[in-house]
């Protein structure tokens, strides 16, 4: 899961440690959970104080093929939606 958080947040002009004040943590808490795994309810948190959807949060695929690592082999599956 690849996230947007960061790149959004300096989008709307606004700084790790701004966001962190308004959802109520500090700004180590706040990063580490940006750079880990964050929570459906930390995400929705940051959503609303930087004013978007979710979704924008998390990156989009750039085009219509996908792209999974073999859990035996680990290489690279590519999908193609058609």
Known sequence: MDLR???IIKEKGLTIQEVADKIG?????LSN???GN???ETL????GVIGCPV????????T????LTCPHCGKNINIKAE
Do not use: C, G, H, Y
Not at 25 to 29: A, G, L, S
Not at 44 to 47: H, W
Not at 55 to 62: M, R
């Open 5 to 7: 958080i960061k790149e």
């Open 25 to 29: 943590v500090n700004r180590v808490t």
């Open 33 to 35: 959970s940006i750079n």
């Open 38 to 40: 964050p929570t459906v």
């Open 44 to 47: 929705n948190k940051i959503a």
């Open 55 to 62: 979704t924008e949060l998390f990156d989009q695929p750039k």
């Open 64 to 67: 219509d093929t996908a792209s």
